[in-house]
């Protein structure tokens, strides 16, 4: 019995993380959640993204592991602070390309 509520309480905990990654996504899209680069749409292949290629030094900041979804909540806790973007993966792999071999940073 304490694993079917313990199934039971994952599932309703994996919601709320989509539900809130919708939120937070939606926020910084302007409405329905996209990529700013390529415009795919596809919430499975969306993310956030640091528009000044600060996410690392954010991470120093904080005392906890503050990616993905616990960003998002962190965002939404903080009424949604500039400097964010929702890119796709593939977006946002090519902005750290770009960032790091054409750019040499």
Not at 15 to 40: D, F, M, T, W
Not at 77 to 98: D, I, R, S, W
Request: proline share 2%.
């Amino acid at each position: 019995m304490a694993y079917k509520n313990l199934k039971l309480r994952s599932i309703t905990f994996a919601k709320r993380r989509q539900i809130v990654k919708y939120e937070v996504l939606s926020h910084y899209s302007n409405g329905k959640p996209k990529c700013a680069y390529c415009g795919i749409d596809d919430l499975v292949v969306l993310c956030l993204d640091h528009i000044n290629n600060d996410g690392a030094e954010q991470r120093r900041r904080f005392s906890y592991n503050n990616t993905g979804v616990t960003l998002c909540y962190w965002l939404r806790k903080n009424n949604y602070p500039e400097g964010y973007q929702v890119l796709c993966y593939n977006c946002n792999a090519h902005k750290e390309f770009e960032r790091v071999h054409i750019n040499g940073l």
